[in-house]
T-cell receptor
Framework: AQSVAQPEDQVNVAEGNPLTVKCTYSVSGNPYLFWYVQYPNRGLQFLLKYITGDNLVKGSYGFEAEFNKSQTSFHLKKPSALVSDSALYFCAVRVPGGANNLFFGTGTRLTVIP | NAGVTQTPKFQVLKTGQSMTLQCAQDMNHNSMYWYRQDPGMGLRLIYYSASEGTTDKGEVPNGYNVSRLNKREFSLRLESAAPSQTSVYFC???????????FGPGTRLLVL
């Protein structure tokens, strides 16, 4: 069975500092990994994904994520946080076969402090 | 392009009432999904439709029914609403052969 863990419910970072939002996963087979962001009262917006290839994946709004197979992690990073990055971030893994739906972590609320 | 749209945005129901949540997409995607989002939890799959004319249960289907009316539209029906169905409901789509899902803005449902 698949699982996704986001160990931090809340991450606070000062504007201009680097940010990291952590995600670890467990899935049978090759992992397809995703990050989505949710702004207040909005739907989820796709940020980036890892399917295969380079372990460092670049996505929207300057975000990137590093796939680490040995640590089964897919942490989201940004070199310099903006106040507008404050939102709820979800890590997800594709469930192989069947619906090919996404299995989501519980989310991490990022607050960037001016 | 509107992408994925959902109606209504917000609804209040009394226990036992029925309602249908609507989802429409203009992305020409084959697969459509209904998820629910509850506080402190990730999104959970209710039902999905791999293509027009097919539907299947997801992780939490009890108390719901769905209809894939055509390629564009996928509706979610609550026949007899219960307070446990208070949630935010998201529709999503995915193109064949692609992995990324695209989400609508959500419907916030309160069952009293």
């Amino acid at each position: 069975a698949q699982s996704v863990a986001q160990p931090e419910d809340q991450v606070n970072v000062a504007e201009g500092n680097p940010l990291t939002v952590k995600c670890t996963y467990s899935v049978s087979g090759n992992p397809y990994l995703f990050w989505y962001v949710q702004y207040p009262n909005r739907g989820l917006q796709f940020l980036l994904k890892y399917i295969t290839g380079d372990n460092l994946v670049k996505g929207s709004y300057g975000f990137e994520a590093e796939f680490n197979k040995s640590q089964t992690s897919f942490h989201l990073k940004k070199p310099s946080a903006l106040v507008s990055d404050s939102a709820l971030y979800f890590c997800a893994v594709r469930v192989p076969g069947g619906a090919n739906n996404l299995f989501f972590g519980t989310g991490t609320r990022l607050t960037v402090i001016p | 392009n509107a992408g994925v749209t959902q109606t209504p945005k917000f609804q209040v129901l009394k226990t036992g009432q029925s309602m249908t949540l609507q989802c429409a997409q203009d992305m020409n995607h084959n697969s459509m999904y209904w998820y629910r989002q509850d506080p402190g939890m990730g999104l959970r799959l209710i039902y999905y439709s791999a293509s027009e004319g097919t539907t299947d249960k997801g992780e939490v289907p009890n108390g719901y029914n769905v209809s894939r009316l055509n390629k564009r539209e996928f509706s979610l029906r609550l026949e007899s609403a219960a307070p446990s169905q208070t949630s935010v409901y998201f529709c999503a789509t995915r193109d064949r052969g692609q992995e990324t899902q695209y989400f609508g803005p959500g419907t916030r449902l309160l069952v009293l």
